[in-house]
Structure formats: structure tokens, C-alpha cells
């Protein structure tokens, strides 16, 4: 700021001294040449008026004074005429006479010609003069103007023409004896007037004057160098301090008094505009110190709105996650236990099934020992119509391993059922067999083979009794399985749908003997059809065990890659948290 102050005060003091140089230097330069071309014109025009008053003297001398002299007679015009007692000088003669009287005044009076008298034919011509005389020759009316340096002063010659202007010195100079030449005219140019100044004392006193007009120059350069360091002071000096004030301004500070309101100029005016500056910069700071304080504000209640979701997140999206990784955990271990439990109903079905090939077998004997009484069995085959069907309905919406337990679970319940029956049938088989035993008793020897038969059939119903026992254990280990499987899947799934099993009612009328007997065979083959339903049912066993374990070793991966999500869901919403907090 100070530079740009100092630049106002040069700004505003430079242009001074510079023009004075420039006027000091102008001076040096042009007055010198200006007063030599001064004094050299001068003295032109000082030569050519003296040439005009000498000639018109000469004129006047020679009309009336040498025309009185001739005509008196008494008197003789002479060039020597200061010997002579009558003699008077020439008009030339008089030239000359009164150039050498001048010559003390630095001034020189010449009259000569390429034609002299002979007084005066010995003088040389010097090449001014030869060229004046040439020059005027055929310029009469014109100058011959020269400037010389003789004797280290500077002297201007000025030739003008010396024409015959009168008849009287027309007719003199044709007359005389001595004349050079006796043909002259009126207006011819017989010579030369030639005036000689020294100009040097007029040179010295135009140096003089333009070394005095020079230093004048720089005194008044200076004065004004003077004042115009006092205006730049009296103009930067207000500016500089506002100036001052301005950058207070700029750095802040509000407090500081504006200077010079009250000047009627135009510092005032700049006074003025800058304590509207300092108004608004108050304004700006107010505004700017409002604006930081609800800025404030704002990132206040921003960080507590931030807080607040963090913590709401917290508390709802980790109560989630800790949820799933709660339910992963319970959903791994129930998963663990339905491949245990299927792992164990698969040992228990191998159980079954072989227990069911031997009651197969064991029917297959009774069906052997009732062929004889094939007959009557086709008879109730025919009348007896049985159907079991089983139907399994299963939650729509439930997983698979919710849907796989049913299906287990309803093939426990019909194999308990069908075991059951088989029961039943090995009861009732036993108590035909007694019943046709009696009856055998009764009919004496006619009723031994059919005895014997009874006997056999007893003994078969016993071994199905024996062999139903023996499946019906396995049956309820398989359902004990069954029930914990079950109960494990509660957890995540629906309740098993029932299976209900229609069997149709046996309806025929034994009125005869053999009613008996086709009883028995009827009951032989119940059994052979429930064997039979048992060997499906057992395999329906197996592959539903197998889907089970498979269901249960899937839903085994995935809690473990849910557990593994949850944790990094927990990372997540942990580092998530941390960010918000910090923010």
C-alpha cells in the first residue's frame, strides 16, 4: 500500500521536474540556434537597411550636393579629394570614407566592382565578393548573404546590387577619362554594397539570455516541483490514511473511525464510500456471525438427530440382527438334531423291514397251507373288496424339511396302524383256528384233515402274532423318532396333518361250514396285502428318512451360512454405527 502511495506522490510530482527538463533541454537545444538565427537575420536586416540609407545618402549626396559642386565650377568631385583644397569626395569616395568611420562600430562598408577606378584596380576580390558581384549581376533586386568566422569572430556579410539610379552618374561615369568602362545604362549594377557586421556580441548576449531563460526555467521547475510535492502530499496523505483505514476495514476491524467526512471534495466523497464500506462490513459481520451461529446450530441438532438414528438403529437393527443370529443358532442345532434323529430312524427302518420280510414269509406259508382251500378263498376274494389309500395332506407354505417329517411321521402312523391290523388278523386268525378246531372235534373223523389244517393255520397265526410283536417294537421306536423329529421341527414348521385310513368292512354271510374257512382265508390274505403295505411303507420309511437327513444337512449349511451373515451384518451395522457417530 505504501508503494502505491509513493506511485500517487510520483504520479503527481514527476510530471513537473519532467516538463522542466524537457523545457531545460528544449532551451539548450533550440535557444542557442535560435538566437544565432536571431542575430544572423538581425544583422541582415541591420545590413540591408544600412545598404538602403547609404544609398539613398549616396543619392541624395549626389543630386544635391556634386550636381551643385560641378555646376559651380568652383569645387572638383575627387577620390582625393582630402589632398586637394577644392576637392570634395566622390559619392564612392564618400561611401568608402564613411565605411572606414564605421569600422569602429563593428561595422564595415564596402563598395566594389569587377569594373574600378584606377585608384583602386591593384584590389583583389575575394570569392564572397566574386560571387556577390556575380550573383547580384543577375539578381539585382535580391541578397547575397554570408557568415564567416574571421579572427574567431562570427561576422555576417550582406551584398546587396549598387545600380546607376541616376542619369547624372550614368553620364559621369561614361565621361570621365579614367573610367573603366563608358557604356553604362541607367539601372545597371556597377558594383557592389556590401555590409559587414560582427555578431558574436549579440551571440553572447542570445547565450546569455537563453542560459538566464534556463535557469529561469529550472527555478521556476523547482518551485513547481515544490508545490506540486505539496499538492501530492496534501492529496496522498488523506488517501494514505484511508488507505490505512481500509485495510483495517479488510483485516476486521469495524472500530476504526473513517478520517476526512467532513472535507467538501473528493477525499470526502472517498471518506463517505468508505464508511459505507465499514457500515455494510459491519452488516456482512453481523449477518456472517448469525449465519455461523445457526450453522452452529444446525450441526448441532444434525448430531443429535444423528445420535438419536444411531441409536434408534442400534436398537432396532441389532435387536434384528441379534434375533437372526439367535435363530441361526436355534435353526443349526434343531437341524443338527433332525440328521441325528434321521440318521437313527434309518437304523430303525433297516430293523422293520428285515422284521417285515420274515412276517412276509410267514404268510406266504399260511397262504401256502390254505391253496386247498383255494376254491373258497377266490369265493370270498371275489365278495371282498379292500382298499386302503392313504392321502397326505401337507402344509402348502412349509419347508422341506417341515413337509419331510410329515411324511415321516404319517408313515409311522400307518405302519403302527397296518401293524395293528396285522395284529387283528393274527387274533382273529388264532381264534378261527380254534373255532375250526371245534368244529373239527365235532365232525369226528370227517373233520381231521381240515383239523390238522386249523392246527397249522393256529401255529402261523401265532408266528404272525410273534413276528407283528416284534415289528410293532420296531414301529414304536421308529415312531418315538418319529415324535422327537417331530418336536424338533415344531420349532420352525406346522403341525403334521393326520392320515386317516378308510378300510372297507368285510360283509359276507357265512351260513355254511366253510364260512369258517373262508374267513381264514380271508384273513390270509388281509395279512399278505397289510405285509405288503408294511414292505412300501417301510421303503417310503427309508427314502423319506433319507430326504429328511438330506433336508436337514441343506438346512444345516444354510444356518451356517445365515450365522455367518448375521455376524457380518452385525460388522456392518457396527462399523455403520461408528461412522454415524462420528460424523
Known sequence: MLSTNRSMQWALVL???????????????????????????????????IADQFKTIRGYYTRNVIKKVVADGNLKPSFNH??????????????????DLLAEKDTNIKLYSTYPFPN????????????????????????FV??????????????????????????????????????WKLDDVRGVLEVQTFIDKEIARGTSLANKITIGIAIVGVILTLIAMYISREVSGPIKRMTAVMKKLAEGDTEIEIPGQKHQNEIGEMAKAVQIFKDAAIRSEQVSSE??????????????????????????????????STSAATMQSTAQSMSTAAERTNSQVADVAAASEQSALNVQTVASATEELSSS???????????????????????LSHQTIEKLVASAQRIGEVVELISDVAEQTNLLALNATIEAARAGDAGKGFAVVASEVKNLANQTAQATEEIREQITDIQDATR?????????????????????????????????????????????????VVAENISGVTETAAETQAAANEILVATDELQRQGDALKGEVTKFLTDVRSA
Open 484 to 532: 422327537q423329529a417331530a418336536t424338533a421341527i415344531a420349532e420352525v414348521g406346522e403341525s403334521i396333518s393326520k392320515v386317516r385310513d378308510n378300510t372297507s368292512a368285510v360283509s359276507a354271510a357265512v351260513e355254511e361250514q366253510n364260512a369258517v374257512t373262508e374267513e381264514i382265508a380271508r384273513n390270509v390274505e388281509q395279512a399278505a396285502a397289510g405285509t405288503k
Open 120 to 143: 583602386r584596380a591593384t584590389r583583389e576580390l575575394d570569392d564572397f565578393q566574386l560571387e556577390a558581384w556575380e550573383f547580384l549581376s543577375k539578381n539585382p533586386d535580391a541578397q
Open 82 to 99: 582630402s589632398s586637394e583644397a577644392k576637392g570634395v569626395p566622390l559619392p564612392a569616395t564618400f561611401i568608402h570614407d564613411m565605411s
Open 291 to 324: 449465519a455461523a451461529e445457526r450453522e452452529r446450530r444446525s450441526e448441532e441438532e444434525k448430531q443429535q438427530a444423528m445420535q438419536k438414528m444411531a441409536k434408534e438403529f442400534e436398537t432396532n437393527v441389532g435387536q434384528v440382527v441379534e434375533t437372526v
Open 377 to 399: 378263498i377266490r369265493e370270498i376274494s371275489r365278495q371282498v373288496s379292500s382298499s386302503l389309500q392313504a392321502n397326505e395332506d401337507a402344509v402348502l407354505k412349509a419347508d
Open 146 to 183: 554570408r557568415k564567416e568566422i574571421r579572427d574567431g569572430r562570427e561576422v555576417v556579410r550582406v551584398g546587396v546590387a549598387d545600380r546607376m539610379v541616376a542619369q547624372g552618374c550614368v553620364n559621369c561615369h561614361n565621361s570621365r577619362a579614367d573610367t573603366p568602362k563608358d557604356d
Open 15 to 49: 510530471p513537473v521536474p519532467i516538463m522542466v527538463a524537457i523545457g531545460i533541454i528544449a532551451a539548450l537545444i533550440i535557444l542557442p540556434s535560435l538566437t544565432l538565427d536571431n542575430a544572423r537575420q538581425s544583422a541582415v536586416e541591420t545590413a540591408t537597411q
